[in-house]
């Protein structure tokens, strides 16, 4: 069963920078770069929301307005992990991120979440 684990948050100030990391285990047939990863994020009170994705077949990203020019994802298929780096973090960017694996209708996987606070 795959799993994934999420590492990296914490709090910064704003204007200061943190980098998510995310680990897939358990693959067994299916290598991870056929996998669309996401990284996600929920504010208490809202949904999660996307806020980037990369796709699979041709490794293309894309942003959300409220991240894009600020957090940079990236992805390892040789290590199977991905990465947010997170950069000059706004009060309103504090959440709790999540990672997220899908491969089309048949798999998705949600890491635990890990929590970014970022203070004024």
């Known amino acids: 069963q795959v799993q994934l684990v999420e590492s990296g948050g914490g709090l910064a100030p704003v204007g200061g920078s943190l980098r998510l990391s995310c680990s897939a285990s358990?693959?067994?047939?299916?290598?991870?770069?056929?996998?669309?990863l996401g990284w996600y994020r929920q504010a208490p009170g809202t949904y999660r929301r996307e806020l980037v994705a990369?796709?699979?077949?041709?490794?293309?990203?894309l942003y959300g307005d409220s991240v894009k020019g600020r957090f940079t994802m990236s992805r390892d298929n040789t290590k199977n992990t991905v990465e947010l780096q997170m950069n000059s973090l706004k009060v309103e960017d504090t959440a709790v991120y999540y990672c997220?694996?899908?491969?089309?209708?048949?798999?998705?996987?949600w890491g635990q979440g890990t929590q970014v606070t970022v203070s004024s």
């Open positions: 358990g693959l067994t047939g299916v290598p991870f770069q056929y996998y669309r």
């Open positions: 990369s796709f699979p077949r041709d490794g293309e990203i």
């Open positions: 997220n694996a899908l491969r089309g209708s048949a798999e998705e996987i």
